[in-house]
């Protein structure tokens, strides 16, 4: 067998192969998608809405309050559908940026600049005699 055969026989086998997967593949029959009826637990949800509310209410300051935190976390928990707890939430914020430093490093106490007097042109001996 020479190199051109050789080819023409692989490439009529991988073609093959491909049709065969796509008809495996068109014939399989689609899994049914399951239903989950939808369940509201009624009495805790609206003490966590008005809870949610106090922390809003709160502002910034809800940032670093560790209840609120634990709300938040419990809140996004449920509304992920995570099992985890809402004790799962961390007892200080992160914060992204440090605080600013408490001195300016670019107004530092520089000592004045004297600066020189301009040069006067030089006084030519007419003027002089004027």
Do not use: Y
Request: hydrophobic residues 40%; negative net charge.
């Amino acid at each position: 067998m020479d190199g051109k055969m050789l080819a023409r026989l692989g490439a009529v086998a991988f073609v093959g192969v491909a049709i065969t997967a796509a008809v495996i593949e068109f014939t399989r029959q689609p899994a049914p998608a399951e239903v989950s009826p939808l369940t509201r637990e009624r009495g805790n949800a609206a003490e966590l809405r008005q809870r949610l509310r106090q922390c809003r209410d709160m502002g910034e300051a809800a940032t670093r309050d560790p209840a609120c935190l634990a709300i938040w976390a419990e809140s996004r928990d449920r509304f992920l559908k995570q099992g985890a707890q809402a004790s799962d939430a961390p007892d200080a914020p992160t914060t992204l940026w440090p605080s600013p430093p408490t001195e300016d490093p670019i107004r530092k106490e520089a000592e004045p600049v004297i600066q020189p007097e301009p040069a006067k042109p030089p006084v030519s001996p007419d003027e002089g005699a004027r």
